[in-house]
């Protein structure tokens, strides 16, 4: 059987995107919470949260920037991208039955290394609610003799 690849090094260029979007439910955060063991209470109780100065429960922060880890690892690169690095800068909270759209845009390739830099950043309606870069290593593409093999060539 087939794995499904993702896009290789040689294959991508600084300005490709891709997208994910996921609405946040009390399921999400509930395992999130379960999984992680983070159960802060402005996560999972609202009379706490109520009382904070968000009003209300929020979902983890690192919640919805696991999105950003779907896109890169579903939709670009794709299949075969290993996450490397992430910084990560937490701009608006989202709430539960918000909708977060991740965004994944390619900055700079080093195809030899298979590195990609990546701008990445989650919306909720249109506002940015999580900013950062993503470090990445490529799925394994066409061996570097057979790109250089079926690359044109110039014309002296």
Same mark, same amino acid.
């Given at each position: $059987?087939? #794995?499904?690849?993702?896009?290789?090094?040689?294959? *991508?260029?600084? !300005? $490709?995107?891709?997208?994910?979007?996921?609405? /946040?439910?009390?399921?999400?955060?509930? %395992?999130?919470?379960?999984?992680?063991?983070?159960?802060?209470? /402005?996560? *999972?109780?609202?009379?706490?949260?109520?009382?904070?100065?968000?009003?209300? @429960? /929020?979902?983890? &922060?690192?919640?919805? +920037? !696991? %999105?950003?880890?779907?896109?890169?690892?579903?939709?670009?690169? !794709?299949?075969?991208?290993?996450?490397?690095?992430?910084?990560?800068?937490?701009?608006a909270p989202v709430r539960p039955g918000?909708?977060? #759209?991740?965004?994944? #845009?390619?900055?700079?390739?080093?195809?030899?290394?298979? @590195?990609?830099? %990546?701008?990445?950043?989650?919306?909720?309606?249109? @506002? @940015?609610?999580?900013? &950062?870069? +993503?470090t990445v290593l490529a799925p394994v593409?066409?061996? *570097? +003799?057979?790109?250089?093999?079926?690359?044109?060539?110039?014309? /002296?």
């Open positions: $059987m087939s #794995t499904p690849c993702g896009v290789p090094a040689e294959d *991508l260029a600084p !300005g $490709m995107s891709a997208s994910f979007s996921k609405t /946040i439910t009390e399921a999400d955060i509930v %395992l999130f919470a379960g999984v992680t063991g983070d159960v802060n209470a /402005i996560h *999972l109780d609202e009379e706490y949260a109520a009382g904070t100065a968000f009003g209300g @429960r /929020i979902a983890h &922060g690192l919640l919805s +920037a !696991g %999105l950003i880890s779907a896109t890169l690892a579903n939709r670009l690169p !794709g299949p075969g991208t290993v996450y490397l690095a992430q910084t990560l800068a937490f701009r918000d909708t977060v #759209t991740a965004t994944v #845009t390619v900055k700079s390739v080093s195809v030899e290394k298979r @590195r990609v830099v %990546l701008d990445t950043w989650c919306t909720v309606g249109g @506002r @940015r609610v999580v900013e &950062g870069e +993503a593409g066409r061996p *570097l +003799a057979a790109r250089q093999d079926s690359s044109p060539q110039p014309v /002296i």
